[in-house]
Nanobody, 126 residues
Framework: QVQLVESGGGLVQAGGSLRLSCAAS?????????MAWFRQVPGKEREFVAA????????YYADSVKYRFIISRDSAKNTVYLQMNGLKPEDTAVYYC??????????????????WGQGTQVTVSS
């Protein structure tokens, strides 16, 4: 079993920055694990934000956050981060950390992930 715990959310002004953390425990990750960040606002589908291949560190981003957000990992700490820069009001959402047991090419699909954190609120004011 894997437990994921997000932290780092909060309230910031437009143009500001936040750093989200997701700490994983319970199991070690395999070379096929992908970890990702998704976000969701009320009434909308969960939206892919960024993903990272655990073994190689390859990263992927949604077009809406590319060049502003950076996903990274600390293998020794079993932790994935999301550095969010140049935040916009439309970034406001609950951000969820996710992890997959196996390798999937469709890293952007929430259905491919097996474990989810509880979410952390990010609010960006105008």
């Amino acid at each position: 079993q894997v437990q994921l715990v997000e932290s780092g959310g909060g309230l910031v002004q437009a143009g500001g920055s936040l750093r989200l953390s997701c700490a994983a425990s319970g199991r070690s990750f395999s070379t096929r694990t992908t970890m990702a960040w998704f976000r969701q606002v009320p009434g909308k589908e969960r939206e892919f934000v960024a993903a990272i291949r655990w073994s190689a560190g390859s990263t992927y981003y949604a077009d809406s956050v590319k060049y502003r957000f950076i996903i990274s990992r600390d293998s020794a700490k079993n932790t994935v981060y999301l550095q969010m820069n140049g935040l916009k009001p439309e970034d406001t959402a609950v951000y969820y950390c996710a992890a997959s047991r196996f390798y999937y090419s469709s890293y952007y699909a929430s259905s491919q992930y097996d474990y989810w954190g509880q979410g952390t609120q990010v609010t960006v004011s105008s």
